[in-house]
């Protein structure tokens, strides 16, 4: 039997995620799910910093020496605050360390041993060289797969009722519809391109041109008749002051309760900096710039450049041409692949649960490389240990089973009240 612990940070999954692990378990594991961020909040002392990272240190240390894990897989990378913290604690007792992330194909996530996004290894000389019966496969699979976007548009992160009233008022108010090119930049986590911690390696893979985002945004804040729209990342919290140093009228910035949908529909051209949203852009036929390597840049739809001159000038002249893609072929191959390649949580064109299915849980366990025992064989004993700790701890099964359904009723209201009034 292997003891594997586990993190993971987004909320719209962990109902799939539980049921996941369960039948997991089935298969001879124990799997333990801490959430990283509510650790950090439960330990936040804002006046002694140090006394905040020395608890989270001690408590995560607890769960490691009373669970005993042989493989930790953390959800995100070593740059951030708990991650890093995590990771040199399974470091220090020789734990195995695999690395989780969402793709931009809903309810599907990779896992790897590399923290720098290893995933984009795996395709990134990817030359759509199958075989034609496989080919043909991904490509039907990811067309499918593209279409179901281009109907719903993914919003990528749970947005509230002030979502709503926000994005009536800015549209009204800001006056987004004017006449003006618009420029929309959708924000890394600062954290995950390390841009809070100097120069490293994995900035110069993802966010290659410019010394931070601020220096970036003032450069095309200075193209003519050009509004810059930039939308912070969800994981963002704390906003760096390079973000917002310089105050101009062509500058706006959109926090996380705006749908970003509405703002890669009202604008000319998106520039991305590793989002996975990069597949709505596409689906909205918007022209998209990569900062830097993205999850779909080796679609071929969209733009990557060489420096930071040719990134200036692209950004130009697609600003005044408006050009639009339209060979998707590459890309539906990508997308069938990577649902393929890696774990769904659910299927994301029927919405049918795959926490029960034998094929996704045995890749995933191959994935960790471990033995799998005939699940028939083996009774599933650990599940009410991790939730009655993940209860205990966060608090938020409750939240997702009731006042996850409060919320839909008062979203609905809140959209008819403003739908009347505007």
Same mark, same amino acid.
């Given at each position: 039997? %292997?003891?594997?612990?586990? %993190?993971?940070? =987004?909320?719209?999954? #962990?109902?799939?995620? +539980?049921?996941?692990?369960?039948?997991?378990?089935? #298969?001879?594991?124990?799997?333990?799910?801490?959430?990283?961020? =509510?650790?950090?909040?439960?330990?936040?002392?804002?006046?002694?910093?140090?006394?905040?990272?020395?608890?989270?240190? =001690?408590?995560?240390?607890?769960?490691?020496?009373?669970f005993?894990?042989?493989?930790?897989?953390?959800?995100?990378?070593?740059?951030? +605050?708990q991650n890093k913290i995590f990771y040199d604690l399974c470091y220090q007792k020789k734990i195995k360390i695999l690395f989780s992330e969402n793709l931009p194909i809903p309810g599907t996530f990779f896992i790897v041993d590399n923290w720098e996004y290893g995933f984009l290894d795996s395709f990134k000389n990817l030359k759509y060289n199958f075989l034609k019966a496989q080919k043909n496969q991904y490509y039907e699979r990811g067309k499918r797969i593209f279409k179901q976007v281009q109907k719903e548009l993914p919003k990528r992160h749970n947005i509230g009722i002030k979502s709503w009233i926000t994005k009536t008022f800015q549209i009204k108010y800001n006056n987004l519809e004017n006449k003006n090119k618009k420029l929309l930049i959708l924000g890394p986590d600062s954290t995950h391109l390390g841009l809070n911690t100097g120069k490293n390696k994995f900035k110069k893979t993802f966010f290659p041109y410019f010394e931070n985002l601020g220096e970036m945004i003032n450069q095309l804040s200075k193209i003519n008749n050009t509004e810059v729209w930039f939308k912070f990342h969800p994981a963002d919290l704390e906003i760096p002051e390079y973000y917002t140093r310089y105050n101009k009228t062509n500058i706006k910035y959109f926090k996380n309760d705006v749908d970003p949908n509405i703002l890669i529909k009202?604008?000319?051209?998106?520039?991305?900096?590793? *989002?996975?949203?990069?597949?709505?852009?596409?689906?909205l036929n918007k022209p998209l710039i990569y900062a830097g390597k993205g999850f779909l840049t080796n679609s071929g739809v969209g733009y990557y450049?060489?420096?930071?001159?040719? +990134?200036?000038?692209?950004?130009?002249?697609?600003?005044?041409?408006?050009?639009?893609?339209?060979? #998707?072929?590459?890309?539906?191959?990508?997308?069938?692949?990577?649902?393929?390649?890696?774990?769904?949580?659910?299927? #994301?064109? *029927?919405?049918?649960?795959?926490?029960?299915?034998?094929?996704?849980?045995?890749?995933?366990?191959?994935?960790l490389q471990v033995?799998?025992?005939?699940?028939?064989? +083996?009774?599933?004993?650990?599940?009410?240990?991790?939730?009655?700790?993940?209860?205990?701890?966060?608090?938020?099964?409750?939240?997702?089973?009731l006042t996850g359904k409060i919320r839909k009723i008062i979203n609905k209201i809140t959209i008819k009240f403003f739908q009347k009034l505007f």
């Open positions: 039997m %292997t003891k594997v612990i586990i %993190t993971h940070t =987004t909320g719209e999954n #962990y109902k799939y995620l +539980f049921k996941f692990l369960d039948n997991a378990e089935k #298969y001879g594991h124990e799997f333990l799910f801490i959430h990283l961020n =509510t650790e950090c909040k439960i330990f936040n002392n804002k006046k002694k910093k140090f006394n905040k990272k020395n608890n989270l240190k =001690t408590n995560l240390n607890s769960y490691l020496n009373n005993q894990p042989s493989i930790a897989i953390i959800f995100g990378n070593i740059n951030e +605050f009202n604008c000319d051209v998106v520039i991305s900096c590793l *989002s996975k949203l990069e597949i709505n852009i596409m689906a450049c060489k420096n930071k001159d040719e +990134f200036i000038n692209k950004t130009k002249y697609l600003l005044d041409k408006k050009v639009k893609s339209k060979k #998707y072929d590459n890309l539906f191959i990508l997308l069938g692949w990577m649902e393929n390649q890696y774990i769904n949580l659910y299927d #994301y064109i *029927s919405k049918r649960q795959n926490t029960n299915n034998e094929y996704q849980l045995v890749k995933f366990l191959k994935i033995d799998i025992v005939n699940k028939h064989n +083996f009774k599933n004993s650990f599940s009410k240990t991790r939730r009655d700790l993940y209860v205990k701890k966060n608090k938020l099964i409750f939240e997702l089973n």
